[in-house]
């Protein structure tokens, strides 16, 4: 394979669900190392209280034995890991056998690198990026000042990679939600986990994602207290909403030049938003994270919605009610934008980058949804819209509110 400068095919409606907080992957098979009667051959005892097996989502975690663990990445291909100086298994297919822990990843998702972050291996392992300095400055400021000092390469846009520039960094994994990629570092001999899945990706699934990644880095406990903060103000948002004196309707999506795309209400989202004894429009569609559905749909789950969540920032015109209504006149009407008791949410400009503090985040959205019963919190991850923009001689406000607490 010639090495200057391969790129993915662009793909806009790939490139326009993931900069609006969505994944897509193909889903496909294979195996790693044979098994005869369900086990690996040869294998040896597992030892320690961690399950041998671990389903999250469509992902899972197969602990064979104390040095060899098989895992399920989001296009169903089984990998096998393990440690730099152990024999390969017998009938394992050297391209899907990962060394562990690995020391150099490239990664393309927020998440990913996020996850990196709660395994305490960021600064050790990231090598590669696909996303310019500067969108990281302000939010993770390490990872910009990293990438200035040439500690991590910047690899070229998601949907057109620079695989000479991946060749150079030379990472032992990359972890990427594009099966498309998989054949380039297939001839690259770098392995590669696909770390999406056609399936939304459900409340328990995001919370544990973290222990899929683990084993890779020998980081299962570092996981496993993650996980154990999360479900922790999980426990508390339950025990908070439990007698919330009203359930507010909320809506989680938006309307595109050609396309509706909603949160499902089997993602996290709508799970979540039933958790905190609210009432998700979305709750009876089910598929992918962002989901296309009838235009028709939407709107008619707005007439009487409190609450809507927009994928759109204010760098895209999200800075008001009114604006949002002149950009798209389809859903002016809708209660959230029409009424003044309506309120209308927009990710904030470090939402995507800080899925390390999915507890903090959590409890935001709760706060949100009932901002009676979290009077002190102060919003972070997302920006409550005015009903106007401010006169153009007017500085923009900076405070932002939930349900009028000030930020």
């Not at 024999?87 to 990196?116: I, M, W």
């Not at 994270?289 to 709107?299: G, K, T």
């Not at 949804?369 to 979290?374: D, V």
Request: one cysteine or more; charged letters at 25%.
């Amino acid at each position: 394979m010639s090495q200057k400068m391969h790129k993915t095919r662009r793909n806009p409606v790939l490139q326009a669900f993931f900069s609006l907080l969505c994944c897509l992957a193909l889903t496909l098979g294979a195996s790693g190392c044979k098994q005869e009667n369900g086990k690996a051959e040869n294998a040896a005892p597992v030892s320690g209280a961690r399950p041998a097996f671990l389903q999250i989502g469509e992902f899972s975690v197969h602990r064979v034995s104390d040095t060899h663990t098989e895992v399920r990445d989001g296009a169903g291909r089984t990998l096998t890991l393990i440690p730099h100086n152990a024999p390969l298994p017998p009938g394992c297919d050297p391209k899907r056998v990962v060394r562990t822990p690995v020391k150099r990843v490239a990664a393309y998702g927020y998440f990913d690198v996020a996850t990196l972050r709660v395994l305490g291996v960021l600064h050790e392992v990231l090598v590669g990026v696909t996303v310019p300095e500067k969108e990281w400055a302000g939010c993770a400021t390490d990872i910009a000042q990293a990438m200035k000092e040439g500690r991590i390469a910047y690899l070229g846009d998601s949907t057109s990679i620079d695989y000479e520039r991946v060749k150079q960094v030379e990472p032992d994994l990359v972890l990427t939600w594009d099966p498309s990629s998989l054949p380039l570092l297939d001839d690259l001999n770098i392995p590669a986990v696909i770390t999406s899945t056609p399936q939304a990706t459900c409340l328990n699934a995001k919370m544990r994602y973290v222990q899929f990644l683990a084993p890779f880095f020998g980081k299962e406990s570092q996981a496993d207290a993650y996980f154990a903060r999360v479900d922790a103000a999980l426990a508390d948002i339950r025990a908070r909403t439990v007698a919330a004196p009203k359930k507010p309707k909320v809506m989680w999506g938006d309307i595109y030049e050609k396309r509706v795309l909603v949160e499902p209400g089997n993602a996290w989202v709508g799970e979540l938003v039933g958790l905190a004894q609210s009432n998700y429009q979305f709750k009876d569609v089910f598929g992918t994270s962002c989901i296309e559905i009838a235009v028709e749909r939407f709107l008619y789950s707005g007439e009487d919605a409190d609450i809507y969540f927009t994928y759109r920032g204010k760098k895209s015109g999200a800075t008001s009610k009114a604006a949002i209504a002149r950009t798209n006149p389809l859903i002016r009407n809708i209660a959230p934008l029409r009424s003044k008791e309506g309120r209308v949410y927009v990710p904030a400009a470090c939402y995507l980058q800080s899925m390390d503090k999915l507890d903090e985040v959590l409890t935001e959205i709760a706060a949100i949804l009932h901002p009676e019963l979290y009077p002190q919190h102060q919003l972070r991850y997302f920006e409550q819209l005015p009903d106007e923009d401010p006169p153009k001689n007017e500085p923009p406000k900076t405070a932002a509110t939930a349900g009028g607490v000030s930020r």
